[in-house]
């Protein structure tokens, strides 16, 4: 019981400090883009991660609610400033041939530098490894509120 506490306590503690580092930050229009095409929408893990790290889910705006598929052409219209691809043992090739698409390379997340892999675990598994990836995902959406 002791060590849960302490654990319960630490996620309560990095949930406040990141609250407080993005408070009045722009959202970034934001995916989470799992190859061969599949988002998450609202009411998942994944949306309250990006919308808590200063990010706008952009798979909102097709009225996606919980896991759901994308297209690229959906992905060139929604024109997502940032996209995060969750890390699995077997998804580089997936990435390796989208970066091969002219159309994946005229995104503006894309163009920018702006596509991040994360760890798939601290993205879309409920546990307190999720309150890390958040931190993570803020750093990277937000990297001047974590100066100094």
């Known amino acids: 019981d002791a060590r849960a506490e302490a654990v ?14 993005l408070a009045g930050v722009r959202p970034v ?5 799992d190859p061969p095409g ?12 990006l919308t808590r790290a ?7 705006e097709l009225g996606i609610r919980g ?11 929604l024109q997502p400033e940032a996209i995060f691809v969750p890390r699995y043992g077997d998804n580089a090739s997936a990435l390796g ?3 091969a698409s002219e159309a994946w390379r005229r995104l503006p997340a894309v163009a920018a530098g ?3 892999e ?21 750093r990277l959406l937000h990297p001047l509120s974590f100066q100094g």
């Open 67 to 77: 896991p759901g598929q994308i297209c690229l052409a959906a992905l060139l219209a």
């Open 29 to 33: 229009r934001v995916l989470y883009y």
């Open 8 to 21: 319960a306590g630490q996620v309560e503690a990095q949930l406040a400090d990141l609250a407080r580092r």
């Open 97 to 99: 041939a989208l970066s």
């Open 114 to 116: 702006r596509v991040h």
């Open 118 to 138: 994360i760890r798939g675990a601290a993205i879309n598994t409920v546990s307190h490894h999720a309150a890390n990836g958040l931190a993570q995902v803020a």
């Open 38 to 49: 599949f988002t998450m929408g609202e009411r998942t893990l994944v949306d309250e991660i």
């Open 54 to 60: 200063g990010g706008l889910n952009v798979a909102r």
